[in-house]
């Protein structure tokens, strides 16, 4: 069993920045590809980042590349998600997702478990 918890959403104004929290238990991260999607209202899902936990590969959407790090901390069993310099079409619910591959993927159908999700407005 795996147990995946997102945390850190909120509002912000355009601009600004938030990290998400994607926090695993049950199973460690150690062998698999962790993924961030997110789904804007009226819109489909949509890729945004992955990281490959083994060594820490990183693969980024293009309309967030440069501005969203994602990155692990190894201690705490955690993924995060920085997000800078926000805009409003980022506004979405954010949803953390693992591979069981561990190899990078943009597709969401490679991954097996997921979160319930955090919401991110950004306002204009």
């Known amino acids: 069993q795996v147990q995946l918890v997102e945390s850190g959403g909120g509002l912000v104004q355009a601009g600004g920045s938030l990290r998400l929290s994607c926090a695993a238990s049950?199973?460690?991260?150690?062998?698999?590809?962790v993924g961030w999607f997110r789904r804007a209202p009226g819109k489909e899902r949509e890729f945004v980042s992955a990281?490959?936990?083994?060594?820490?590969?990183?693969l980024y959407a293009g309309p967030v590349k440069g501005r969203f790090t994602i990155s692990k901390d190894n201690a705490n069993n955690t993924v995060y998600l920085q997000m800078n310099s926000l805009k409003p079409e980022d506004t979405a619910i954010y949803y953390c997702?693992?591979?069981?591959?561990?190899?990078?993927?943009?597709?969401?159908?490679?991954?097996?478990?997921w979160g319930q999700g955090t919401q991110v407005t950004v306002s204009s």
């Open positions: 990281l490959k936990w083994s060594d820490g590969n990183t």
């Open positions: 997702a693992l591979r069981q591959t561990p190899v990078l993927s943009t597709n969401p159908y490679h991954y097996t478990y």
């Open positions: 049950g199973r460690t991260f150690s062998t698999y590809t």
